[in-house]
């Protein structure tokens, strides 16, 4: 069955520093989105991204994130000054084109800004 | 606006059954369900659409009930692989718009 693959699986990184999370979504997906969930709780939305494009984007997506499709296949989302409350698992997502479609999920990455 | 569910978590033993619902504040058009195994990725179990249909596969079944802008999700004759947290994830348009997650159910199933 096809996977969402997501690199690295565990970041640790210090206050401040740059970190790009990477993603390889399903090739036939046209709709790509992180989520993130602090430990234990909510699974949040962060950003979705059709045609090249952010679609749509929640208030916790603010100048620090950006989101990028470098190529045909990885889906990247970089923190630009991390912050110690950035400290989560970040899951990407994606899915096919129309209605009805559940998500896959990636195995995710979990950073530790420290 | 962040779905509610009930209950926050549940313990049953084998072959005991379940029912977590799901509501929303907003008009929906569709509602999905995810388990989520500890450290583990959610993993999608169903969709349903407006229009109040009911869905199933195995013993995990679903209803939306549109007017009430609710949705539950039966577990019926529960095994030790059906524990973990199940969270809901409504859309309020057609198309592919993001998935506003519910606060989650953690289900504990006991031998």
Request: charged share 20%; net charge neutral.
């Given at each position: 069955?096809?996977?969402?693959?997501?690199?690295?699986?565990?970041?640790?990184?210090?206050?401040?520093?740059?970190?790009?999370?990477?993603?390889?979504?399903?090739?036939?997906?046209?709709?790509?989105?992180?989520?993130?969930?602090?430990?234990?709780?909510?699974?949040?939305?962060?950003?979705?991204?059709?045609?090249?494009?952010?679609?749509?984007?929640?208030?916790?997506?603010?100048?620090?994130?950006?989101?990028?499709?470098?190529?045909?296949?990885?889906?990247?989302?970089?923190?630009?000054?991390?912050?110690?409350?950035?400290?989560?698992?970040?899951?990407?997502?994606?899915t096919?084109?129309?209605?009805?479609?559940?998500?896959t999920?990636?195995?995710?990455?979990?950073?530790?800004?420290? | 606006?962040?779905?509610?569910?009930s209950?926050?978590?549940?313990?049953?033993?084998?072959?005991?059954?379940?029912?977590?619902?799901?509501?929303?504040?907003k008009?929906?058009?569709s509602?999905?369900?995810?388990?989520?195994?500890?450290?583990?990725?959610?993993?999608?179990l169903?969709?349903?659409?407006?229009?109040?249909?009911?869905?199933?596969?195995?013993?995990?079944?679903?209803?939306?009930?549109?007017?009430?802008?609710?949705?539950?999700?039966?577990?019926?004759?529960?095994?030790?692989?059906?524990?973990?947290?199940?969270?809901?994830?409504?859309?309020?348009?057609?198309?592919?718009?993001?998935?506003?997650?519910?606060?989650?159910?953690?289900?504990?199933?006991?031998?």
């Amino acid at each position: 069955e096809p996977e969402v693959t997501q690199t690295p699986s565990h970041q640790v990184t210090q206050m401040g520093q740059e970190v790009i999370l990477r993603c390889v979504p399903i090739s036939n997906h046209l709709y790509f989105y992180w989520y993130r969930q602090i430990l234990g709780q909510k699974v949040e939305f962060l950003v979705s991204f059709y045609n090249n494009e952010i679609s749509e984007k929640s208030e916790i997506f603010d100048d620090q994130f950006s989101v990028e499709r470098p190529d045909g296949s990885n889906f990247t989302l970089k923190i630009r000054s991390t912050k110690l409350e950035d400290s989560a698992m970040y899951f990407c997502a994606s899915t096919r084109t129309g209605a009805a479609r559940g998500y896959t999920f990636g195995s995710g990455t979990r950073l530790t800004v420290v | 606006q962040q779905p509610v569910q009930s209950p926050q978590a549940v313990i049953l033993r084998e072959g005991e059954d379940a029912v977590i619902n799901c509501s929303s504040s907003k008009a929906l058009y569709s509602v999905h369900w995810y388990r989520q195994k500890h450290g583990e990725a959610p993993v999608f179990l169903m969709i349903l659409l407006k229009g109040g249909e009911q869905k199933g596969h195995d013993k995990i079944s679903a209803s939306f009930n549109e007017k009430k802008q609710q949705s539950s999700l039966y577990l019926t004759a529960s095994q030790l692989s059906y524990s973990g947290t199940y969270f809901c994830g409504t859309q309020t348009n057609f198309g592919n718009e993001k998935l506003t997650f519910g606060t989650g159910t953690r289900l504990t199933i006991i031998p």
